[in-house]
C-alpha cells in the first residue's frame, strides 16, 4: 500500500482482556514508532524499531504493554489484561531510518498510520 | 511526557483571517516540526524548521524558531475551513536516533 495501515481501525474490550494492534509500515521504511494519544492530548511515545530490533521501549507505560517486529515489517503492540486507563489511540509511524549518522544531519519524515481507538469498558 | 506546549490550548476564527500558534519546549533540540491532525487524514507532517535556522515558509504556512526563548511559532495565513484541525509542535532531540516528542496540540476551528 501507499501509507502506513492499521488494524483494527476500533477495538473495544472488556477490562481485564488482551488486544493486539497491528501496523503495516511503508515498505521499504527500516523505522518503525509506536505512540499512544489520550484525549485532548499530543502522541507519547512508546517504542522504536529498526528492523526486528527494539531498540527503546522506555515509553511503554507497563510490562502489560509488549510490541515486537520479527521479521522487521509488521509489527504488533500488544496489551495485556487491559485497564480502562489504556484507552486512547495507538498511532504507529514508520521512517526511512531515525538513526542519526552525522550529527544534526538530514530527517527522514515519519509517516503515521490512521491509529487504532481502543475503549475498554 | 510531553515537550512542548502549545499556546493557545484553541483557536477560533473567521475563514480568511491569519491563525497563530505558538510552541515552547524544554531540551535542546536538533530541529522543531509542526504536525496537522484531522479525522479525515491523520497526522500529518506539515513542516521542518532545523535549529539553525530562524524562519521558513510553505505555502500559506510560516513558522519561525527562537532557541534563546525555546519557542516557536506557526502562522496560517488566509485560513479556510479545510485548515480546521489540532496542531501540534514536535521536537528531535540531539543525540541518539530521531526520537519525536510532541506537544499538547493547538486545535484550531475556522469558521467558514
Known amino acids: ?121 | 511526557s510531553q515537550q512542548g506546549e502549545e499556546d493557545p490550548q484553541a483557536l477560533s476564527i473567521q475563514e480568511g483571517e491569519n491563525a497563530t500558534m505558538n510552541c515552547s519546549y524544554k531540551t535542546s533540540i536538533n530541529n522543531l516540526q509542526w504536525y496537522r491532525q484531522n479525522s479525515g487524514r491523520g497526522l500529518v507532517h506539515l513542516i521542518l524548521i532545523r535549529s539553525n535556522e530562524r524562519e521558513k515558509h510553505s505555502g500559506r504556512l510560516r513558522v519561525t524558531l527562537d532557541t534563546s526563548k525555546k519557542s516557536s511559532s506557526l502562522l496560517i495565513t488566509a485560513s479556510r475551513a479545510a485548515d480546521t484541525a489540532s496542531y501540534f509542535c514536535a521536537t528531535w532531540n540531539s543525540g541518539g536516533y530521531q526520537k519525536v516528542t510532541f506537544g499538547i496540540g493547538t486545535k484550531l476551528q475556522v469558521i467558514p
Open chain 1, 1 to 121: 500500500g501507499a501509507g502506513v495501515s492499521q488494524s483494527p481501525r476500533y477495538k473495544v474490550a472488556k477490562r481485564g482482556q488482551d488486544v493486539a494492534l497491528r501496523c503495516d509500515p511503508i515498505s521499504g521504511h527500516v523505522s518503525l514508532f509506536w505512540y499512544q494519544q489520550a484525549l485532548g492530548q499530543g502522541p507519547e511515545f512508546l517504542t522504536y524499531f529498526q528492523n526486528e530490533a527494539q531498540l527503546d521501549k522506555s515509553g511503554l507505560p507497563s510490562d502489560r504493554f509488549f510490541a515486537e517486529r520479527p521479521e522487521g515489517s509488521v509489527s504488533t503492540l500488544k496489551i495485556q489484561r487491559t485497564q480502562q486507563e489504556d484507552s486512547a489511540v495507538y498511532l504507529c509511524a514508520s521512517s526511512l531510518s531515525a538513526i542519526i549518522t552525522v550529527r544534526g544531519g538530514s530527517y527522514n519524515e515519519q509517516f503515521f498510520g490512521p491509529g487504532t481507538r481502543l475503549t475498554v469498558l
